[in-house]
Structure formats: C-alpha cells, structure tokens
C-alpha cells in the first residue's frame, strides 16, 4: 500500500471525504479517478499538489513519497 492510501485510510476517511476536504482546502478539481489512481500508483500528482498532499496529512515529502520510513 503507498503512502497516500495508508495516510488516508489512517485519517479515517473515505476517498470521497478525502478528495473533497483535499480539493477545497487547495482549490483543486481532482476527480474520484485521479484520486484512486494516486493511490494505487497509476499517477503521480505534480510537485506543486506533492507539497499540498505533504501539507494536508502534515508529512515531509520524504516520507510521502516512500523516501523516509519516520514521519
């Protein structure tokens, strides 16, 4: 499981909660698919939205990305 599906699901929160909370918080339109293709690996979100992610779950890019095994 990746990180962004194992914060999520952390959090307690559906996909839908998440992508919604996640688009109004950072003004962006990700849809049901992008958000599922995130999490299982078939999409990678730009670097602007890799700092927005890193920013909502309140983690370094490191450890967002698998790069670091500690938040």
Known sequence: ??????????KGMTQEEFRQKFNSQFSKTYTPAAISQIENGKRMPEISALMNFADFYEVSLD???GREEKN
Not at 1 to 10: A, C, D, T, V, Y
Request: hydrophobic share 45%; proline share 0%.
């Open 1 to 10: 499981m990746n990180k962004f599906k194992e914060l999520r699901i952390s």
């Open 63 to 65: 450890y967002l990305l």
